[in-house]
Every structure is written in C-alpha cells, then in structure tokens.
T-cell receptor, first 115, second 109 residues
C-alpha cells in the first residue's frame, strides 16, 4: 500500500482480555517502530525492528507487552491481560533504511480502550 | 535519550496571522521531523529537516543543528491549520524518534 496501515482502528477490551494490534508498513521499509500515545501527550517509543530482528524493546512497559515481525514485513503488537492503564493510541511507523537518519512515516493508529 | 522541548504549549491565532513554533533538543541529531496531528489522530509529515531550511507552501522550517533548535513557521494561518504540532528527533547514536509534548494550535475565524 501507499502508506502505513494499522488495524483495527478502534478496539475496546475488557480488563484481563488479550489483544493483538496489526501494522502493515510501507513496502520495502527496513525499520519498524511502535509507539504509545496517552491522551494529551506526545508519542512514546515502545520497540524497534530492523527487518525481522527486534533490536530494542526497552520502551515496552511490562512483560505483558510483546511484539513480533516474523517475516520482516507485517508486525503485531500483543498485549496480554489488558489493564486500564493500557488505554492509549498505539502508533506504528516505518522508515526505508536501518538507522535513524531517514524519514519515518506513521500509520493512523489503533485506539485501545480497556473497560 | 535525547530530550525534546517545544514551545509554546498552546497558541491561539486569528485567521491570517503568522506564527512561529520552537523545538529545542539536547543532543546532536541525525533526524528531526515536524508533524501535524489531525483530529483523527493521524500524524501528518510536514518536514524532514535535520539541518537547513525548507518551505512547503505557507509552511517553512529551519533547523540550526549547531545550536540545537528548530523553528516551524506558519504564515497566513487558516482554520484548517488547527491541531497539535509535534517535533521529534533522534540523536546521532540512536534510531527512534523522541517526541516533544507538542504545541496545540487553534486558529479562529
């Protein structure tokens, strides 16, 4: 596709439920990032993939958060046993090369509400 | 990691006015981007500008890397310019963009 695509756009989960968020990056982009944006705040880094390798997961808030990109293209962010503090917009971004000095493009985000 | 600070946090303008948004960063950068977040939450790329000056219509941006700041200029503002503007940067030793807290702009008719 022409841009970064995320699905679903909106997700309501009951507390304790597992959720999976999908990201389709721009075709051919090596780098893929996940960010979390709380209401009224700037996006915060969660994790980084270079192709299929997860090189940095330092921003994942707990071991309930897990991300994968098994074939170096589509990525999934999974949150187990969701809690109310997980409510946020989850943004995915991709860039062409494998370092920070190339322009990143963002998807439209998935708004997760945990009730 | 690199710290990014934006000012002002909020700005109200009348249609047709000009404005300048500022972004200070704490380290040398290999990437600096300006985004406009629309009401639906999408981050729209405005400029990729780790150094130098760029212009796109009524918007322009300048980054002075040696002094660790970037400016976004909006001229002849329109109501459709309303929204949150984010500056984000990655340091020379990094790869992930760190975001500022944003400037919330409201342009009134």
């Amino acid at each position: 596709g022409a841009g970064v695509s995320q699905s679903p756009r909106y997700k309501v989960a009951k507390r304790g439920q597992d959720v999976a968020l999908r990201c389709d990056p721009i075709s051919g982009h090596v780098s893929l990032f996940w960010y979390q944006q709380a209401l009224g705040q700037g996006p915060e880094f969660l994790t980084y993939f270079q192709n299929e390798a997860q090189l940095d997961k330092s921003g994942l808030p707990s071991d309930r958060f897990f991300a994968e990109r098994p074939e170096g293209s589509v990525s999934t962010l999974k949150i187990q046993r969701t809690q109310q503090e997980d409510s946020a917009v989850y943004l995915c971004a991709s860039s062409h090369f494998d370092w920070g000095d190339t322009e990143a493009f963002f998807g439209q985000g998935t708004r997760l509400t945990v009730v | 990691g690199i710290q990014v600070e934006q000012s002002p946090p909020d700005l109200i303008l009348q249609e047709g006015a000009n404005s300048t948004l500022r972004c200070n960063f704490s380290d040398s950068v290999n990437n600096l981007q300006w985004f406009h977040q629309n009401p639906w939450g999408q981050l729209i790329n405005l400029f990729y500008i780790p150094s130098g000056t760029k212009q796109n219509g009524r918007l322009s941006a300048t980054t002075v890397a040696t002094e660790r700041y970037s400016l976004l200029y909006i001229s002849s503002s329109q109501t459709t310019d309303s929204g949150v503007y984010f500056c984000a940067a990655s340091s020379n030793s990094g790869y992930a963009l760190n975001f500022g807290k944003g400037t919330s702009l409201l342009v009134t008719p």
